[in-house]
C-alpha cells in the first residue's frame, strides 16, 4: 500500500511540474521589442534620445523577409500597426539580418515629438513585407513647451528646498516642545518665546511649501 501510494503521489507531482512548465513556456514571448525614452521629461521640438531593444529565441525570424526593421511612431494612442498609427515616423532603423541562433540587437537614436502632452512611444518590429513581429506601447513620455523642461526642474528644486527648511523647522519645535515640558521659571519662559517664534516661522515655511508646489503643478503640468 505504501509503495502504491508513493507512485500515486510521485505521479502527481510529475503531472504538476508538466503543467507548470507548460504554463511558463506559454508566457515566454518568442519575439520582444521594448522601447525606452531615458529623459524622464520631453521638451516639444527638441530631440531627444530613445533606445530600442530586440530579442527572439533562435528560430524566431527564420520566416522574415529581409530586411527587419525598427519603426516607431510618437502617437496619444498606437494603433495595431506601424501604418495604422497617427502620425509621422520618430524612427526608423534597419537590423542586421538574423543568425541560426537566438537574436539580440539594441538599437538607438533621436526622435522629436511635436507638441506638449501625453504620448506613448508606438514601436513594431517588421520585415520588408511589413509583417509585425512584435509590438510595444508601454513607454510613456510627457512633453512639454518648449523651455518649459528648465522651469520645471527649477521650480522642482525650489520645492525639494522648501520641503527640506520645513522639514528642518518641525524638528526643532519638537525638541524645544521637549525641552518646555522639562524647564521652570525664567528659562521655561525663554523656551517658550523661543518656541513661538519658532512656529511663526514655521507657518511661512508652510506657506511657502504650498507656493514652490502650485508652481510645479503649474510649469511641469
Given at each position: 500500500?505504501r ?5 500515486v503521489?510521485?505521479s ?5 511540474l ?16 521594448t522601447?525606452?525614452a ?6 516639444a ?13 533562435a528560430?524566431a525570424?527564420?520566416?522574415a ?5 525598427v519603426r516607431v511612431?510618437l ?15 520618430a524612427?526608423?532603423q534597419?537590423?542586421p539580418a ?6 539580440k540587437?539594441l ?9 506638449p502632452?501625453t ?7 517588421e520585415?520588408a513585407?511589413?509583417?509585425?513581429f512584435?509590438?510595444?506601447t508601454?513607454e510613456e513620455?510627457?512633453?512639454l513647451?518648449?523651455?518649459?523642461v ?8 525650489q520645492?525639494?528646498t522648501a520641503?527640506?527648511k520645513l522639514?528642518?523647522?518641525?524638528l ?8 518646555v515640558?522639562?524647564?521652570h ?17 514655521e507657518?511661512?515655511?508652510?506657506k511657502?511649501?504650498k ?11
Amino acid at each position: 500500500m505504501r509503495r502504491s501510494a508513493a507512485v500515486v503521489l510521485g505521479s502527481a507531482c510529475a503531472a504538476l511540474l508538466i503543467v507548470a512548465a507548460t504554463a511558463g513556456a506559454a508566457l515566454l514571448e518568442p519575439v520582444t521589442i521594448t522601447a525606452t525614452a531615458p529623459e524622464p521629461q520631453i521638451s516639444a521640438g527638441t530631440p531627444f534620445k530613445l533606445e530600442v531593444a530586440v530579442e527572439a529565441e533562435a528560430g524566431a525570424l527564420a520566416i522574415a523577409v529581409q530586411p527587419l526593421r525598427v519603426r516607431v511612431k510618437l502617437a496619444p494612442e498606437c494603433g495595431g500597426s506601424f501604418a495604422g498609427t497617427a502620425g509621422p515616423a520618430a524612427l526608423e532603423q534597419t537590423l542586421p539580418a538574423p543568425g541560426a541562433g537566438p537574436y539580440k540587437q539594441l538599437v538607438s537614436g533621436k526622435a522629436t515629438a511635436a507638441s506638449p502632452g501625453t504620448d506613448v512611444v508606438c514601436a513594431f518590429l517588421e520585415d520588408a513585407t511589413e509583417r509585425q513581429f512584435a509590438t510595444d506601447t508601454e513607454e510613456e513620455i510627457t512633453v512639454l513647451a518648449a523651455g518649459a523642461v528648465k522651469q520645471c526642474s527649477a521650480a522642482s528644486k525650489q520645492l525639494t528646498t522648501a520641503k527640506k527648511k520645513l522639514k528642518r523647522l518641525e524638528l526643532r519645535i519638537k525638541k524645544v516642545k521637549k525641552q518646555v515640558k522639562k524647564a521652570h521659571g525664567a528659562h521655561r519662559k525663554a523656551l517658550v518665546r523661543k518656541l513661538h517664534k519658532l512656529q511663526a516661522h514655521e507657518r511661512k515655511a508652510m506657506k511657502r511649501r504650498k507656493a514652490a508646489a502650485r508652481k510645479v503643478a503649474g510649469v511641469c503640468a
